[in-house]
């Protein structure tokens, strides 16, 4: 049993989602679906059954999920009483990586994690996911090595020279209407803005999600909105079934690769740019390096349909 999948465990029966919780740890659904899967094995029970909302607690579930939480408790406590010994034996800072990622940045950070895992399997990761005016505050602070960002047309950038952070756009992506291909509205060739008020849509319920549809739209009381939520096969299933439309980006991969969906754009959008926050007053490791090179590389490459 490793300590991880009861973290794991512990996420699931809050989200009560295999794909929200792969979001919010940096992993696959398949892996987290495996981890799963191991950790009933060790116990010998079953943790989870399917529902119509995702998946729900069995009864030996709701207890394991009452114990874990009492482990990881212990277990946090065991860490914070050993850090006096590990700052004091752990003088090369090369050997642990801390980021700060955006919401985004989930749909892909997994497969970038493992390709700099191949190359430096030694080096601790450490990520938390974070608005980006906290982390440049991480960034100054020194806490924070590497700021994974996606940011909007809309930004204050004259921020980041105050605070003494470079950012490096590596791609932009204009958001865009997404839906059903067996929708009418498949063949339109352009949204004007005030043309998408007039049909239902469904958003992600994410701050810096609304935050881009207030800068769009304004009020957003008066969008025809009808689904909330941060789960992309509820996101899916609304825009197919419901014939919804979704705003989003082409790298909602879970989307555009259901091959159900197509992206049509809005006239006068927004970006969203990827790349990069790293502070000019502290220089970055040889790991960090390595991993920016990575992370550009799958961005400029690999960050396609």
Same mark, same amino acid.
């Given at each position: 049993?490793?300590?991880?999948?009861?973290?794991?465990?512990?996420? =699931? $029966?809050?989200?009560? +989602?295999?794909? @929200?919780? +792969?979001?919010?740890?940096?992993?696959?659904?398949? #892996? %987290?679906?495996? $981890? =799963?899967?191991?950790?009933?094995?060790?116990?010998?029970?079953?943790? &989870?059954?399917?529902?119509?909302?995702?998946?729900? %607690?069995?009864?030996?579930g709701i207890l394991a999920v009452e114990?874990?939480?009492?482990? =990881?408790?212990?277990?946090?406590? @065991? @860490?914070? +009483?050993?850090?006096?010994?590990?700052?004091?034996?752990?003088?090369?800072?090369?050997?642990?990586?801390?980021l700060g990622a955006t919401p985004y940045m989930s749909n892909y950070l997994p497969q970038i994690l493992d390709l700099f895992r191949k190359k430096h399997p030694n080096i601790n990761i450490c990520i938390e996911e974070q608005k980006p005016n906290e982390i440049v505050t991480k960034l100054t602070e020194g806490c924070?090595?590497?700021?994974?960002?996606?940011?909007?047309? &809309?930004?204050?950038?004259?921020h980041l020279k105050k605070s003494n952070v470079l950012f490096e756009k590596i791609r932009g992506f204009e958001f865009m209407v997404c839906v059903a291909k067996s929708s009418p509205l498949s063949k339109r060739i352009i949204f004007k803005k005030s043309e998408i008020k007039d049909h239902p849509i469904v958003v992600y319920k994410h701050e810096p999600y609304l935050e881009v549809l207030t800068h769009m739209f304004g009020d957003l009381s008066k969008l025809n909105i009808i689904v909330k939520t941060n789960s992309r096969e509820i996101y899916l299933?609304? =825009?197919?079934?419901?014939?919804?439309? #979704?705003?989003?980006? @082409?790298?909602? &991969? +879970?989307?555009?690769?259901?091959?159900?969906?197509? $992206?049509?754009?809005?006239?006068?959008?927004?970006? %969203?740019? &990827? #790349?990069?926050?790293?502070?000019?007053?502290?220089?970055?490791?040889?790991?960090g390096l390595d991993f920016l090179e990575i992370y550009k590389t799958y961005i400029t490459t690999k960050l396609q349909l």
């Open positions: 049993m490793r300590i991880e999948h009861l973290y794991y465990l512990v996420d =699931i $029966a809050k989200t009560k +989602s295999i794909t @929200l919780s +792969s979001e919010h740890l940096f992993i696959s659904q398949q #892996g %987290l679906s495996q $981890a =799963i899967q191991k950790l009933e094995a060790d116990l010998n029970v079953s943790l &989870f059954r399917r529902c119509r909302q995702g998946v729900a %607690l069995t009864d030996a114990k874990a939480k009492e482990v =990881i408790t212990k277990y946090e406590v @065991l @860490l914070r +009483s050993m850090e006096p010994y590990f700052n004091a034996d752990n003088s090369n800072s090369n050997d642990k990586l801390t924070t090595d590497i700021g994974l960002v996606n940011l909007p047309d &809309f930004y204050d950038y004259e299933r609304t =825009i197919v079934h419901s014939k919804a439309i #979704g705003i989003t980006t @082409l790298t909602d &991969f +879970s989307l555009f690769r259901e091959k159900s969906m197509v $992206a049509i754009p809005i006239k006068d959008t927004l970006n %969203l740019d &990827f #790349g990069y926050l790293i502070s000019t007053q502290q220089p970055v490791s040889s790991a």
